[in-house]
């Protein structure tokens, strides 16, 4: 059995990095080593290998007038990645619900978490279908972005290079159902880029289809991923044709609200092949 370090050894230094930067506020936006030493109960000569480290990682900024550190630029431009997720959760909540009267099914939204190993959705908004029968609550549940709708309209619109990324990691089934053959999910994530939109046939969870289609910010970027779910039985062929223009108009109203502006005389999304 694999001996794996107590709590107090994992990274420690790494948990004292992020203390540091907790140190900082709006009423002490500049702290010099001495107190940052204190307050880490460490010494100074610690804090300062800590606080060099993170100007050199852009974490930190030094102030050439007084030695004293501030926060980095960097942390705004993590901070943006963050308010943008949080952006289009808001300004979606009422595009879902309308989306959600007009089907009579549960829609979601969706953004993409990754790291070297993981590809998942978050779901950072959830309304819920009316119908007795419907799929469970995804709110703040993460799920392997391969297999999910949503997650596939993120990766098919995401960078190649994370495509490729996502291709050469093991595909674990959710289902009997799950493609996980790479070279089966690359033609459907080049297929998804061809249409305008994914489809999840009981890949993700037994008895339950979904669609989803993206949604852009103001660069054009996508940045999340509409996505309604239900159960095979109601979530027929015929419904998904009838509800994919639906899901089309739902996505584009969300991006404009992000300021993204649909370019003239773009190519009309219609409903191609669904069967993956």
Excluded at 27 to 45: F, H, N, Y
Excluded at 80 to 101: H, I, N, Q, T, Y
Excluded at 115 to 124: A, G, P, S
Aim: aromatic share 6%; with cysteine; hydrophobic share 40%.
């Amino acid at each position: 059995m694999e001996h794996k370090p107590s709590g107090s050894k994992l990274l420690s230094s790494v948990g004292a990095g992020l203390r540091l930067l907790k140190m900082f506020s709006a009423d002490e936006p500049e702290l010099g080593i001495t107190v940052l030493a204190k307050r880490l109960q460490v010494a100074k000569s610690t804090a300062h290998r800590l606080a060099s480290t993170l100007v050199a990682e852009g974490f930190l900024e030094q102030n050439p007038a007084d030695g004293k550190y501030r926060l980095g630029l960097l942390l705004f431009s993590l901070g943006g990645l963050v308010r943008l997720r949080m952006e289009a959760s808001e300004v979606s909540v009422p595009f879902l619900r309308a989306f959600c009267d007009q089907t009579g099914e549960t829609v979601h939204l969706g953004v993409l978490l990754h790291t070297e190993t993981r590809f998942e959705t978050l779901y950072v908004r959830n309304i819920e279908s009316p119908q007795a029968i419907r799929p469970r609550s995804y709110l703040g549940v993460r799920m392997p972005a391969f297999c999910t709708c949503e997650g596939r309209v993120l990766l098919a619109f995401g960078p190649s290079d994370q495509e490729q990324q996502v291709l050469s990691l093991p595909l674990e089934p959710r289902t009997s159902s799950t493609v996980t053959d790479p070279q089966k999910l690359q033609s459907i994530l080049e297929r998804i880029r061809a249409q305008g939109f994914a489809l999840d046939d009981e890949e993700s969870e037994t008895g339950m289809r979904g669609i989803a289609a993206p949604v852009r910010d103001a660069s054009s970027e996508v940045v999340a991923a509409v996505g309604l779910v239900g159960p095979v039985q109601r979530l027929n062929d015929e419904r998904v044709a009838q509800y994919t223009p639906k899901l089309f108009e739902t996505a584009l109203a969300i991006s404009k609200g992000l300021g993204y502006n649909q370019p003239s005389g773009s190519l009309s999304l219609t409903v191609g092949k669904l069967r993956a």
